[in-house]
């Protein structure tokens, strides 16, 4: 058990609409990444967050967006879901943003769009 | 960004040493090398990182070349539950930014 929760573990929605994905990150780390992982894709980063802002960008789609509140969690909200959405969603967190230290993964969810 | 070049896959015996080759020749000096392995559609487990020293845990050893343009995984003894997909990865780090670049990664099958 890494410590990162993340719910739900499965997700079944339709096209065009909209899901809101949650994480909780280790007691005590304030950053939390976000990744999707998708059988042609492998693993993409998407974005990250530090102590409630947005710090680094990846491959995230503008129908995507994330937020990190004051207790840390964070939330990844998918809009306009399309059938390319269905993937694995990993978030991730660490203590903080530093070279040296780990980054902790979550179980996933795992989304489908139908 | 820096990117990671590993062989799609592996196969070693059980009881083996599993030594898991990285190549990394685009990565700065100030970039660490982290390795994670990915067993079925499980949440990737960290097993070891490392900047220019070669490092040791309970899990593996890390081998970085003095140029740090390479590095190997080592998993000493293997067993059947080590049968994962093993990522390195350089992560970057700037001001504006910080990443773990996954790569495609090394399916290491382990056999009885």
């Known amino acids: 058990d890494s410590g990162v929760t993340q719910t739900p573990k499965h997700l079944i929605t339709a096209t065009g609409q909209r899901v809101t994905l949650r994480c909780s990150p280790r007691?005590?780390?304030?950053?939390v990444y976000w990744y999707q992982q998708s059988l042609d894709q492998g693993l993409q980063f998407l974005i990250q967050y530090y102590n409630g802002e947005e710090r680094a960008k990846g491959n995230i789609l503008e129908r995507f967006s994330a937020q990190q509140f004051p207790d840390l969690h964070s939330e990844l909200n998918l809009s306009s879901l399309e059938l390319g959405d269905s993937a694995l969603y990993f978030c991730?967190?660490?203590?903080?943003?530093?070279?040296?230290?780990?980054?902790?993964f979550g179980s996933g969810t795992q989304l489908s769009v139908l | 960004d820096a990117k990671t070049t590993q062989p799609p896959s592996m196969d070693c015996a059980e009881g083996r040493a599993a030594n898991l080759p990285c190549n990394h020749s685009?990565?700065?000096?100030?970039?660490?090398v982290y390795w994670y392995r990915q067993i079925h559609s499980q949440g990737p487990q960290y097993i070891i990182h490392?900047?220019?020293n070669n490092e040791t845990n309970e899990m593996a050893s890390l081998i970085i070349t003095e140029d740090r343009k390479s590095s190997t995984l080592i998993l000493p003894h293997a067993t059947l539950r080590d049968t994962a997909v093993y990522y390195c990865i350089v992560r970057v780090v700037s001001i504006n930014t910080d990443k773990l670049i996954f790569g495609t990664g090394t399916r290491l099958q382990v056999f009885p």
């Open positions: 490392g900047l220019k």
């Open positions: 991730a967190s660490s203590p903080q943003t530093f070279l040296g230290e780990k980054l902790f």
């Open positions: 685009t990565i700065s000096g100030n970039e660490y």
């Open positions: 007691s005590g780390d304030l950053s």
